[in-house]
C-alpha cells in the first residue's frame, strides 16, 4: 500500500498512474515518428488495450481501498478529524471578553480576483490559529461586494468583530501586543511558520493515515469554516441547484480564460479539457448512459463552444454568470454570487477537470475534500501541479534512485531534495535538485510529497 500510494500521490499525479502516462507518452511519439502503416495499426491497438488495462486496473485499486474492511474506520476517523478543528476554529474565534482578546487583523482587498483573496484570507485564518489570536477580517469597501464579507458569508465571530485593543503593532509585534496587523504574504517579514505548506504536528500523524494530502485537506477545513454562507446565499444555492437540476454523477470543468491567457496561463482548447472527461468516464466501473458536466468560465463562448460541440453531453452552465465573470464586468455584487455559486458547483462534483494555475480552481479542489474521506486524487490539471500560492518552501524527496537515461534528465540520489517546477504529465516532472542544483527532467514516480508537519499551539 505505501507504494501503491507514493505513485498515485498528489501533487505530482492525479487521478491517472504515472506508469500510464509514461506508456501511453512514448508510444504516442514512437506512433508519430514511423512510417509503416501496419506498424502503425499495431501500436494504436496496443494503446487501446493498454487504456483498458489501466481502467481495470484503477477500478481494482478502488474496490480494494473500498473492500478492505477500514472505510468505515477511515469515514470516522475524517470526520472526528474534521469535527475537532471546527471546534477549535470556533473556540478561536469566539472568544468571551473581545475587549482583552488577542486579536489579528486582515484585510480582504488584496489587488486580486476572488479566489487569490480566500486565499488571502486562509494565510490570515493559519497565522490566527498558529499565534493563538482572533481573526478580525477588514472587509468595508470590499472590491467585490462594497458592504463587506458578511453580505454573501457569516460573520467570522459572534462575539469579536472589533479590531480594538489597548496596544496595536505591525507583524510579527510579540506575545503582549493584543492587536497585530498582518501584511499580505508578498511583504510578510519574517515569514510565519504557520502557513502551508505546513500543517499541525497534532493533526498530521492521524491525517496521513486517511488522506493521501493533508495540506489539501487542511485548507479546505479552513475555507470550510470562513466560507459558511448566509441564509440568503445558502437559498440561492439551492434554489440555483434545483433550477439546473445539478445531479451525480458530473464532472466539473473550469476553463480560465480572458486576462488570465497569455499572461499567467496558456491557452488550452475546450477539446483538451473534454478529452479529459471523456477518459475519466470511460474509465468508471459503469459509465453512467447520460454523461453530465458543470462547465464554469469566465468566458461566455466556452459555453456556447462546448454546447455545440458536445450535443450528446448534458452541459450545466450559466452564461450569465460567465458574462458578470469576465474582465469587463468583474467586481460587483452579480459577479461575486456568480463566483460563489461556480465555485460551489465544481467542488461538489466527482471530479474536476481544470488548470491548477487557477486559483478558483484550487479553492474549488480545496473544498472539495470536505465532502467526501479523500478527494485527492479526483482532479486533473491541464497544466501545473497543485500549489498554494507564496507557501514556503516545498521541496519533494527522492525515494528512488535516477540515472539520467535521456538529455535533459538530472541525477537523483535516494534523500534528495526537488524542488520540482512542473509535472509534464507524460510520466516525467521538471525540476531543480537542491543538492546538485542542476535543472532538469526526471520520472515522477521517484520523488514523493512529504507532509510538513510543524507544532501549532495545541488547543487542548
Ligand atoms: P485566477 O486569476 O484564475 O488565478 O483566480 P482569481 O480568483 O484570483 O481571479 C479570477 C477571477 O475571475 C475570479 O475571482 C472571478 O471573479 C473570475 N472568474 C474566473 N473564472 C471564473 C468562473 O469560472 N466563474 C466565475 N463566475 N468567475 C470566474
Not at 480566500?118 to 472590491?143: E, N, P, Q
Not at 497585530?180 to 504536528?201: A, C, R, T
Not at 488522506?211 to 441564509?231: A, D, S
Request: aromatic share 10%; net charge neutral.
Amino acid at each position: 500500500t505505501p507504494i501503491l500510494c507514493a505513485h498515485l500521490a498528489p501533487p505530482l499525479c492525479s487521478s491517472d498512474p504515472i506508469l500510464g502516462f509514461f506508456i501511453n507518452s512514448e508510444l504516442s511519439l514512437l506512433q508519430k515518428k514511423i512510417q509503416d502503416e501496419t506498424l502503425k495499426n499495431e501500436i494504436k491497438d496496443t494503446l487501446e488495450e493498454l487504456s483498458e488495462y489501466k481502467k481495470y486496473l484503477l477500478i481494482d485499486i478502488k474496490d480494494l481501498s473500498e473492500s478492505d474492511g477500514y472505510n468505515s474506520w477511515r469515514k470516522n476517523e475524517i470526520t472526528e478529524l474534521s469535527t475537532l478543528v471546527q471546534q477549535r476554529f470556533r473556540n478561536l474565534q469566539n472568544p468571551v471578553d473581545c475587549d482583552n482578546a488577542r486579536k489579528l487583523i486582515c484585510n480582504i482587498n488584496k489587488g486580486c480576483g476572488f479566489g487569490c483573496q480566500i486565499h488571502h484570507l486562509v494565510y490570515c485564518f493559519l497565522v490566527a490559529y498558529g499565534t493563538k489570536r482572533t481573526l478580525i477580517l477588514k472587509s468595508k469597501g470590499w472590491r467585490y461586494q462594497k458592504d463587506g464579507w458578511e453580505s454573501v458569508f457569516q460573520p467570522l465571530s459572534n462575539t469579536c468583530l472589533s479590531a480594538n485593543g489597548q496596544t496595536h503593532s505591525n507583524w510579527p509585534g510579540d506575545e503582549n501586543t493584543q492587536v497585530v496587523i498582518l501584511p499580505i504574504v508578498d511583504n510578510v517579514f519574517p515569514k510565519p511558520i504557520f502557513q502551508p505548506p505546513s500543517v499541525p504536528s497534532d493533526l498530521a500523524e492521524r491525517l496521513r493515515k486517511v488522506h493521501n494530502y493533508p495540506l489539501v485537506w487542511w485548507i479546505g477545513q479552513v475555507l470550510k469554516y470562513l466560507m459558511r454562507p448566509t441564509i440568503e446565499t445558502k437559498m440561492l444555492l439551492s434554489e440555483k441547484e434545483e433550477k439546473m437540476k445539478f445531479t451525480k454523477p458530473i464532472v466539473g470543468v473550469h476553463v480560465r480564460r480572458t486576462d488570465k491567457v497569455g499572461t499567467e496561463a496558456a491557452f488550452h482548447d475546450v477539446d483538451e479539457y473534454m478529452f479529459k472527461v471523456e477518459e475519466y468516464f470511460n474509465n468508471l466501473k459503469n459509465p453512467p448512459e447520460k454523461r453530465r458536466i458543470y462547465l464554469a468560465s469566465d468566458d461566455p463562448k466556452v459555453i456556447i463552444t462546448a454546447r455545440q460541440r458536445y450535443p450528446n453531453y448534458e452541459i450545466i452552465a450559466d452564461t450569465d454568470i460567465a458574462q458578470t465573470a469576465s474582465i469587463a464586468r468583474r467586481y460587483s455584487n452579480l459577479s461575486l454570487q456568480g463566483i460563489i455559486m461556480d465555485i460551489h458547483f465544481l467542488s461538489l462534483c466527482d471530479h474536476i477537470v481544470c488548470t491548477f494555475s487557477s486559483q478558483v480552481c484550487r479553492v474549488a479542489y480545496e473544498l472539495m475534500q470536505t465532502y467526501s474521506i479523500d478527494a485527492s486524487n479526483k482532479f486533473t490539471s491541464l497544466d501545473d501541479i497543485y500549489y498554494y500560492g507564496g507557501q514556503n518552501p516545498n521541496p519533494q524527496i527522492v525515494i528512488y534512485n535516477h540515472v539520467p537515461r535521456k538529455k535533459g534528465e538530472i541525477e537523483l540520489k535516494f534523500s534528495d531534495k526537488i524542488e520540482v517546477y512542473g509535472n509534464h504529465w507524460n510520466g516525467y516532472s521538471k525540476g531543480r535538485n537542491l543538492r546538485t542544483g542542476v535543472v532538469g527532467l526526471f520520472p515522477s514516480y521517484k520523488v514523493v510529497n512529504v507532509v510538513k508537519a510543524v507544532d501549532f499551539p495545541k488547543y487542548d
